[in-house]
Every structure is written in C-alpha cells, then in structure tokens.
C-alpha cells in the first residue's frame, strides 16, 4: 500500500479485517480476578503484541492512507491496539538509554500509522485524538522520548510526525504536545551502600520535555529537512494555540 489508490484497492478488499485478526484480543479482565492473575494476563498479552513484526504495522501505515482504512482501523479496534503498544517494551532508565532494535522498529512503524490517524472521527468510538491522549497511555511523552538525538534518523521523523499530527488539533492536541514530558522510571532503593561513584544518569537525562526537544532540532546540524519540517510545524501550530 505505497500510494494512496493501492491503499484503497486493498481496504476495499477488506485487508484491514484481515489484519485486524492477526492483533491479539485483550484480555477481559474480571472484577473477581486477583492481582497475579491479572497481571499474568497483561504479561501475556504484551507478549503476544510485541511479537508482532515492524513489516505488519508497516501494512497499517500503507492502509491508513485512505479515509476507508482510517476508518476500518478505528472501527476494528486496530488503532487502540497500536497505541497500547507504544506503551509496551524494556523500560529506560535514561534519555539516551538504548532500545531493543525490534521495539524500536515497530515503534516507528507504529509512530507513522498514529500520524496518519490523528483527529479522524468515527461515529461510535469518537475521535482518534481522544484515545492517543488519553492519559494513562503516556503516548505523547514516548514520542518525546523517540525524538531524542540518540534515535535513528527514520524513528526521530515518525516520532515528529505523530506530534505534528497531534499538534493540528490545536485546541487538545497542541496543548498536551507543549506540556508532555517523558520522565524515566525511578530507581528502586540500593539494598547496600556502595563506596564507588554513582553511575546513575543525572536528572537531565531522566526527563525530556516537548518543546526544547523541537527547538533543539532546529539548531542541529546537517539535520533531515522532513525531520526540519515536521519540528517547524509542531512549534508553529503550539504557537497558534489559544
């Protein structure tokens, strides 16, 4: 799905539907379930997502290029399974911390198909926007976090994308993207004092906000002008914000 007619050629022969089989359900979890029991039950189904393939949301990217795609993603549950998936994966300890080449993969993948479906509507589910900013999704702030220098060149631009994709909502969106801020998981306590130097990364580098982020990319050198592009329009749409 390379163009926007093989896009439509392909959802209208119900390659959305096709896809939407290979996502694993979610769980159900019940009232009366104790807490290993569900925790057992996330394990396994984060297990099951992240053994999806960068290829497979690749194919949701290309179908996401028409509204009868867009809309077949929302519909079938597709496009919350891709933004559950942003939040999966080996927590990092820093800013500049290395990501496991297959999650960092997918979630480029992933980054490009939200960018596509940022701010469309669907009569039952409600706007796209609503759940990539729900709150206990963390969404935004992985972006953040994907836009760091230290990230591929392809992963930066998606990570871009989607937040401009965000930022054309300028009443939600723009306001969420300027005051996201991706925070690292706090160490747990030392269980014995050690005399060594610490070699913990300092504060600096266990947060990162939006909107440096951005205006950092625009005084990088030799940068990727769609990474330029996406950044630009990012700022100048918070800027519009009310």
């Known amino acids: 799905a390379a163009t926007n007619e093989s896009a439509a050629t392909l959802a209208a022969l119900g390659a959305v539907k096709a896809a939407a089989e290979l996502v694993p359900s979610r769980p159900t979890v019940r009232h009366n379930m104790s807490s290993s029991e569900r925790d057992a039950s996330?394990?396994?189904?984060?297990?099951?997502?992240?053994?999806l393939p960068p290829s497979y949301f690749r194919l949701l990217g290309g179908l996401a290029r028409c509204p009868d795609g867009q809309r077949d993603l929302h519909a079938l549950g597709v496009l919350k399974r891709c933004v559950e998936r942003m939040t999966m994966g080996p927590a990092l300890d820093s800013v500049s911390a290395p990501m496991d080449p297959h999650d960092l993969a997918v979630k480029t993948e992933v980054c490009l198909v939200l960018s596509r479906m940022a701010n469309r509507f669907g009569t039952e589910l409600g706007t796209t926007t609503d759940l990539m900013l729900?709150?206990?999704?963390?969404?935004?702030p992985t972006c953040v976090n994907l836009l760091s220098p230290d990230r591929p060149k392809r992963t930066?631009?998606?990570?871009?994308?989607t937040l401009r994709a965000l930022c054309?909502?300028?009443?939600?969106?723009?306001?969420?993207?300027?005051?996201?801020?991706?925070?690292?998981?706090?160490?747990?306590?030392?269980?014995?004092?050690?005399?060594?130097p610490s070699l913990e990364p300092s504060l600096d580098q266990r947060s990162l906000k939006a909107v440096p982020c951005l205006v950092s990319v625009l005084a990088e050198q030799g940068v990727a002008h769609p990474l330029l592009r996406e950044a630009l329009e990012s700022l100048r749409l918070m800027a519009s914000s009310p």
């Open 42 to 51: 996330m394990r396994g189904d984060a297990a099951k997502m992240q053994r």
């Open 134 to 140: 729900a709150t206990k999704l963390q969404l935004v």
């Open 156 to 161: 930066r631009a998606a990570a871009a994308m």
């Open 168 to 196: 054309q909502d300028v009443t939600r969106g723009a306001i969420a993207v300027e005051a996201a801020e991706w925070h690292a998981p706090s160490p747990g306590p030392s269980l014995k004092p050690s005399l060594e």
